[in-house]
């Protein structure tokens, strides 16, 4: 019985163009042209295809056909014969068709029952298929598929064979397709079980393929995945390298000598040295080669002038060019000093850093590139120049942003767990990122019980082990809570001590460890409603004057206060730079979100934006007023005004009439009560005695109008990029009204709405389709291109009851 099944499966197999490969080792005929030696296309054979288009979806489990008989039970068991939804034939017509990234679970509702931590929505299963044709002359080359990132656990099939089990949303998964694939007319197909379930943090995570997903064609010797390490270093006469290891892996079916050839390019894309090494690799395996190259007087990398060069890693193999691939490099220095804080390029910078997740208003945790940059963008408005990727890897798009706009960035780790699973996640972060200048500090875990015990040091120095041996370039670190004064502790098996809410033992640990660098990894913990001026612990509100934060944490001016003042300290890690889904702390329901950000969902600012960007801002005047000045039914009644500068003093005028005169506290501001009287309130501010800045906030009239910002004047017609649009109402002369709650209605054309959002924390309004309310006068529209659009507009209009509509044109190119 089993004999005849075997051979039926033998002939199928042999029809099957994926299994009929012929083995020349095994003297069986080549193909007319073998793709060992077939010439590369171009300078490099790799092709790299997003594959974030054209996929089904699926909401709800698929459970798997049950099996009964001999026969059916065998043959469910063997490769190529996954049954159920992860089938090859599966008919997936009926599913809906999507692009990623997608996030399934912020397209769901609202539910008092479900977790609030995690933002109040179900998260389940979901299915996803796809379908791959590859050409007939991609055989013999070395096909893979990436997925960079899927939440939370996920197991993937192609053409029926299981093919990788993730746990971890924040992991890439990477399946190698080269033995599997078909070719020519069968397409390949993927299928995707992904569990949004199992808990991997205590925030939003989200659900489904909310980072890209790649297919990657290499010649059959090429460069594995993160195969590159190429960071530039100082040596210690001062002379400036780039010591190039390329980890080159091989299908060919023979030995092959291989020649590695490695420029630098600057800037402007121009090779300015370039190296070569060679050697040998085995069939299917890997061989690592090494070059090293000489720099004279590089243009160093920093956060106020981000120069990014980049190193081409080229394999030759017969002295034809095969593969290539182009890494980010980054010349800079750095340093944390146990009483000097950290330095960059020998020069001192405190970090004014954000703890952030990966969650915006309308999207969940799937975010578009341009989104991820717009985010960044925020941030340098802010005078942010550290990020600390909280507390998982963050999407390489953020790497890649930091890298371009000069941020610093805190890599994390996920789960605190040094056994060979766990251990190959954290290898396989250091891999992916260690090229990017961004990155200063490996963080191998956040607030962990373990953390004052021998179990935690020896974790952790494992865990550095496993760092280190990867990149001993940069500082490993771990946010730690506690336990730091224990005779075996965390701090001992650091380079530099991370600490989250600490600061009344600021001073006794540098004290009691003078020779370790410390850097506050989280601090504050502030918490307000954007436009919001007075607490209500029954509406769920909290005053946006920077006076409430948790038990653990302090308010924005006195977390900062603390870190400003001790040079010991690197610098601050604020929790957190945007609100993000769930920890909706202090409140529960209908509070969906968290309010510790110095910005909104939306990524509007809030009262902490100002305070931090007076603090922070060190090349221009800042001059903010808080709050909005629509106070009627309040004549007469005190109302508190603060301002929040990097000027000397602020003179403050109601109507034209002095207030009076205070000088600026940097760290605290300046607060007045003013008798409300309607009108125009204004703050001038004074530096050596000379007026450089002034903010104004005036009584509105009623809104009469709405008014549409695109964050961006054209967008590129790929089906990729993305904006986000400002909605607001404003008054007839134009005045942006702070106190409107319209219920605004959106058309578009020439792209698609892909997201709506207004920084509510307790709004359960749907975050998909064509409606939202203002909150406290904004909201945001995220538009997004069609593929192919270009040479079009893209056009959104917005209507609401009783206001002028509104319409921004973007211009797709
Ligand atoms: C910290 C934790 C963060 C967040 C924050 C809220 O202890 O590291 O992830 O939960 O508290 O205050």
Not at 219 to 227: K, S
Request: charged share 20%.
């Amino acid at each position: 019985m089993r004999r005849r099944d075997l051979l039926t499966l033998g002939a199928m197999a042999m029809a099957s163009p994926a299994l009929a490969q012929s083995n020349p080792a095994r003297g069986e005929a080549q193909p007319a042209s073998p793709p060992s030696t077939a010439a590369p296309a171009g300078p490099s054979g790799r092709e790299t295809i997003l594959l974030d288009a054209d996929w089904r979806f699926h909401r709800g489990d698929i459970p798997f056909p049950k099996v009964r008989g001999d026969s059916p039970t065998y043959e469910s068991t063997k490769a190529g014969a996954a049954r159920g939804a992860a089938a090859i034939k599966y008919d997936d017509s009926a599913w809906r068709g999507l692009d990623l990234p997608h996030d399934f679970v912020v397209e769901g509702p609202f539910d008092p029952d479900e977790n609030p931590a995690q933002g109040y929505r179900p998260k389940g299963v979901a299915w996803y298929r796809r379908t791959l044709t590859l050409d007939p002359a991609d055989r013999g080359k070395h096909l893979e598929l990436v997925f960079e990132g899927v939440a939370v656990n996920a197991t993937v099939w192609v053409n029926g064979d299981v093919v990788a089990h993730s746990y971890s949303a924040y992991s890439a998964i990477t399946v190698d397709l080269t033995a599997i694939a078909h070719y020519g007319d069968t397409p390949n197909v993927i299928a995707v079980r992904v569990d949004a379930d199992p808990i991997e943090g205590w925030w939003y995570e989200g659900g489904g393929l909310y980072r890209h997903v790649w297919l990657v064609k290499r010649p059959p010797v090429h460069l594995v995945a993160d195969g590159v390490y190429a960071h530039p270093r100082k040596r210690d006469d001062g002379r400036w390298v780039v010591p190039v290891e390329a980890t080159i892996g091989s299908i060919a079916d023979t030995a092959k000598a291989a020649t590695l050839d490695v420029a630098l390019l600057d800037p402007q894309g121009r090779v300015v040295v370039h190296g070569q090494a060679s050697g040998s690799v085995a069939p299917l395996d890997t061989a690592v080669l090494r070059a090293e190259l000489a720099v004279a007087a590089p243009r160093l990398w920093s956060v106020d002038d981000p120069a990014l060069y980049s190193v081409r890693t080229r394999v030759l193999v017969d002295g034809q060019p095969a593969d290539e691939l182009v890494t980010p490099a980054g010349f800079r220095t750095q340093r944390f000093d146990p009483d000097k804080g950290f330095f960059l390029n020998d020069r001192p910078l405190k970090i004014q850093g954000v703890c952030i997740h990966q969650d915006h208003a309308g999207l969940g945790v799937a975010l578009p590139d341009s989104i991820i940059e717009f985010r960044l963008r925020r941030l340098k408005a802010l005078g942010c120049n550290a990020i600390r990727s909280s507390h998982n890897a963050p999407t390489k798009a953020l790497l890649d942003a930091a890298d371009r706009m000069g941020f610093l960035v805190m890599d994390e780790n996920r789960i605190f767990n040094a056994s060979p699973d766990y251990a190959r996640l954290l290898s396989w972060l250091v891999r992916r990122d260690r090229n990017h200048p961004s990155v200063i500090l490996w963080s191998v875990f956040n607030e962990e019980p373990l953390q004052g015990t021998e179990a935690g040091y020896q974790l952790v120095r494992r865990m550095a082990k496993i760092v280190k041996d990867l990149d001993d370039t940069r500082p490993v670190t771990a946010a730690i809570s506690g336990g730091m004064f224990n005779p075996v502790n965390v701090t001992q098996a650091v380079d530099v001590v991370g600490f989250n809410y600490q600061i009344k033992d600021y001073d006794r640990f540098h004290a009691a460890h003078p020779t370790l660098p410390l850097t506050s990894s989280e601090d504050t913990s502030a918490i307000m409603t954007r436009g919001e001026w007075a607490t209500d612990m029954k509406r769920n509100l909290l005053a946006a004057y920077d006076g409430e934060f948790r038990p653990w944490g302090a308010t924005h001016r006195a977390a900062w206060k603390a870190i400003a003042e001790r040079p010991f300290l690197a610098g601050a890690f604020v929790w957190t730079g945007f609100d993000y889904r769930g920890e909706p702390q202090p409140f529960t329901w209908p509070t969906a979100s968290s309010s510790f950000g110095i910005m909104d969902l939306c990524g509007f600012e809030k009262t902490a934006f100002y305070i931090h960007q007076s603090q922070w801002v060190h090349d221009r005047p800042v001059l903010h007023l808080v709050p909005h000045w629509n106070w009627a039914g309040r004549e007469g009644q005190p109302i508190k005004v603060m301002a929040f500068t990097n000027c000397d003093t602020v003179e403050l005028r109601l109507n034209g009439k002095l207030v009076s005169r205070q000088a600026n506290d940097l760290y605290e501001g300046v607060t007045w009560q003013v008798p409300y009287a309607p009108g125009r309130l204004e703050a001038i501010g004074v530096t050596g005695g000379k007026v450089v800045a002034r903010a104004v906030v005036e009584t509105t009239g009623a809104p009469v109008a709405l008014r549409l910002t695109p964050d961006r004047a054209s967008l590129a017609g790929d089906g990729r990029d993305a904006a986000p649009i400002r909605v607001e109402a404003v008054d007839a002369k134009g005045r942006p009204v702070p106190t409107a709650q319209h219920a605004v209605r959106f058309a578009i054309e020439g792209g698609r709405i892909i997201g709506l959002g207004n920084g509510d924390a307790n709004s359960h309004e749907p975050e998909q389709g064509d409606r939202r309310s203002l909150y406290n006068g904004l909201a945001q529209v995220i538009v997004q291109t069609r593929k192919g659009g270009s040479g079009n507009v893209l056009a959104v209009t917005a209507q609401a009851q009783g206001l002028k509509p509104a319409t921004a044109r973007i211009a797709v190119t």
